[in-house]
Structure formats: C-alpha cells, structure tokens
C-alpha cells in the first residue's frame, strides 16, 4: 500500500458557497412566514432539508497545517492523503487521520551487548527520522513511533556486535575511533527495517559509548598500558636517531677518538637518559677516560 493524493477542494470557497447558501435558507424561510401567516409545516421541510443538506456539507471542511498529511478513509478503506495546507473540503463521509510530517528525532536508551571480540558495553544512539509514506505509516504497523523506537534499538544491537570497541593493533573499523563509518553502518541498518513503515531516517549517530562496568576497570588498564607502549616506542626510536646523529657529528668534527667500547658505553649512557623516566644524575670522572 502506497501514498495516493485524496481528492479535495480549497475550503474558502465551498466555505462561502455554503455560507451563502445557508443566507438564502434563512431568507427563504423568512419569506415563507412573511406571506403565511400560519403556514404549513410542509411548506417549509424543503427549507428544513436545504439547511440540513447544507450543515452536512459543513462537515467536509477540514484544516491541514505545514508539514501535515491527512490520511483520508471511507468505511475503512482508504481514499487517499491530503498535503495541501490550509482549509480544505472534501467528502464529509470521510475519516480523517492526521499525520505529522515533520522531522523528529529521540534518543534510545542504553544498550548493554556484546562487541565483535564479546566485550560487553553499553551504547546508546540518537536516530533523525520522518513520515515520507502516510499510507505505509498508518496502515502497514500498528504503531509508528513505537515501531521506529523497537526497531531503532533491534539495529543498534545488530551493528554493535559487527564491530570491536577499540582497534587495539590500529587495523579495522573500531566503534570507538571510526564514528563516521559506525553512523553510516547504523543509519543503513535502522533504515531497512524501517522502510516498509514508510520512514526515511535522516541522520543516526552514536550518543553513548562505554564498556561495561564490570570490565571498565580492566579495560583502562589495557588502553592506558597500550598508550605507555606506543609512547615509548616513540621515544626510543628518537633517542637512537640523537644518539647516531651525536656519534656522526662527533666523528666528523673530530671532536675525540672513541673505540668501539667506549661507542657502546657512550650509547648506553645516552639511551639511559634520554629514555628515563626520571631526571638522572651525571657522575662526572675527573681522572683520564682510560
């Protein structure tokens, strides 16, 4: 079942013809009474009917604000949607449903699930979505919003266990350090089972992102203990660039003549402070190097 246009009328103008034709009712009962004295009850059920027929008429007219579709049946079945705002008239057998067009969003609430390496986490998500199908939306689910919000959160499990929450040798999509990747995976995954409801998902992204509390401890430890990895091979790797780039300057300027016993002790002793944690303390030889 798909969104078709319902027919209807501008409202102002069958508002004014209806108006007027009630005027006229009036008038005419008027001149009824005016000429007779005591008329005739049948004389003025023509009246009485035209002002009913008229009253009835005034049923159909209906309002449809900005960004609002009226779904429009008959008897149960559906006639069609009306999108054009403003005062409107149509059949006034017609039911008429209102639909909000507008953009909406919600937030979920917070998962706990299992990453792709089983870590358990909690992740929450923010998802921006609208009615663009009002047929689809009224007819194909029983009810939209909760619909969105069930399946909203069946997506985010599904993508949540498609990926780790760190990349911890730097390769591969992580949930933590590929955000970009992870809201387009989520946006995909939410819009396919929200399709069939009639709802486009403009934008989702990750709101809330955390490993669970049971592991959080032991989990710093691992990110903070990869860190003091990763900066100590920086350093290392800077302090033998100084210590050969020392030796070279040293050789070429000819600055002193160092075997290569007194190359290795010069080594250890530059790599000893260049790499330490702590500020060192020279012991300084007054006697000869030898």
Known sequence: ???????????????????????GAGAWFLTIVANRYDPHPASVLPVI???????????????????????????????????DQGLRWTNPLY??????????????????????????????????WRVVDTAEAVFMVDDYEHFVHIQTESALREMATSYPYDAHDGVGVALRS????????????????????????VESRISHLAYAPEIAQAMLQRQQASAIVAARARIVEGAVGMVELALEQLSQRGVVDLDNERKAAMVSNLLVVLCGDRSTQPVVNTGSIY
């Open 1 to 23: 079942m798909n969104e078709r246009q319902a027919l209807s009328l501008p409202g102002i103008p069958v508002f004014l013809a209806l108006l007027a034709g009630l005027l």
């Open 49 to 83: 009917a035209l002002v009913a027929l008229l009253v009835f008429l005034m049923k159909g007219l209906f309002a449809v604000q900005p960004n609002v579709g009226r779904v429009m049946q008959l008897f149960g079945r559906y006639k069609g949607t009306v999108r």
């Open 95 to 128: 039911a008429r449903r209102p639909v909000s067009l507008r953009v909406r969003n919600f937030e979920s609430s917070k998962l706990k699930v299992n990453d792709s390496e089983g870590n358990p986490i909690e992740i929450g998500a923010i998802v921006v």
């Open 178 to 201: 590929h955000g970009k990747e992870v809201n387009a995976h989520l946006r995909d995954e939410i819009q396919a089972r929200l399709a069939k409801a009639g709802v486009e998902v």
